[in-house]
């Protein structure tokens, strides 16, 4: 009996992640933050920082490889240990940017504040 191949992964996802240095000398992590948003820029994906992580978009191959650049970026300028808090999704009944998403929010509190 012939095994199957995998899967592919899907065409398109959201992923929400907080890279967290352990052991940096200061409490401080901006330079750090600073350095993978300048890696997630010359990704070409689509993203939104915020204050407790960033928001990426692209394929899942892309968006998984620039969320493991940032680890290995961090680790080449001295972080020896981080975490990384990940919550990723994907579906493909439609297309939807994590940026439409945010925008049917303010279009349902609009339509309430109407009603």
Not at 17 to 43: H, Y
Not at 55 to 70: F, Y
Not at 99 to 113: D, G, H
Request: with cysteine; net charge negative.
């Amino acid at each position: 009996m012939a095994e199957s191949s995998p899967p592919n992964t899907p065409a398109h996802c959201t992923a929400d992640f907080c890279l967290i240095p352990l052991g940096t000398p200061t409490a401080s992590v901006s330079q750090e933050v600073t350095d993978v948003v300048r890696l997630i820029q010359r990704s070409g994906l689509s993203y939104s920082t915020h204050s407790a992580g960033t928001t990426l978009e692209g394929s899942w191959d892309d968006v998984m490889r620039v969320i493991g650049q940032a680890h290995q970026l961090l680790h080449e300028n001295g972080v020896v240990r981080i975490q990384s808090d990940i919550r990723v999704g994907s579906r493909t009944d439609k297309t939807q940017t994590f940026a439409e998403k945010a925008e049917k929010v303010q279009q349902l509190l609009k339509e309430e504040e109407r009603s």
